[in-house]
């Protein structure tokens, strides 16, 4: 069998497979735009974040998506209701002490929030890795999480002013409060 260039049927299959990879690389783009938007929109400020630090949207998402499915395996639930007892009254604890040791209270804060993370089934971690591990869940809390840990961890040579010291406290009573409550039935995520 002999084809021209000319012949109507390889025109036409030209044309059909133009078509095809045309609609395919469609579906693909629309496919990614859609998978930009939901993570932005669910990450929110730790998307804008990750892009910095990855240096592209593209590396970021997939980092993003890397923290989705390692969250997910994970045994994430609720306090029990004695747990969430004692955790509020060493909140009111680590609280009371601020007026009188600020630095004290804000490192007992810190310590008492990954604590509480603990017991929620977030593993025990470097800080970065928690972060991100918290992310999938509350990312509204890390701008708060992370500059009231910078603030907690920071060395002793470079005191934290009694503000700086009165905002992480604030920041890790935003956190805990998120933290301790019940999460909402279809909320709550747990590996299955």
Known sequence: MHFSLMDPRLITGVI????????????????????????????????????????????????????????????????????????????????????????????????????????RGYPASAFDQRAADISVDHPQLMEYYRSAHAIAVRPGQVEATTEELRTAMLHYRTIFDELVQVQ?????KSAA
Do not use: C, M
């Open 16 to 119: 059909v497979l133009a078509l095809i990879v045309i609609i395919g690389v469609a579906v693909y783009l629309g496919w990614r735009r859609k998978n930009s938007v939901g993570l932005r929109k669910r990450f929110g400020s730790e998307y804008d974040r990750a892009v910095r630090e990855h240096g592209s949207a593209h590396k970021a998402e997939s980092k993003l998506a890397d923290r989705e499915t390692r969250v997910e395996k994970l045994k994430i639930r609720d306090l029990a209701p004695t747990e969430r007892v004692r955790f509020l009254a060493e909140w009111q604890t680590v609280q009371s002490r601020f007026v009188d040791h600020p630095k004290g209270a804000v490192t007992e804060a810190d310590e008492l929030v990954t604590s509480l993370l603990q017991a």
């Open 184 to 188: 909402p039935q279809g909320e709550h």
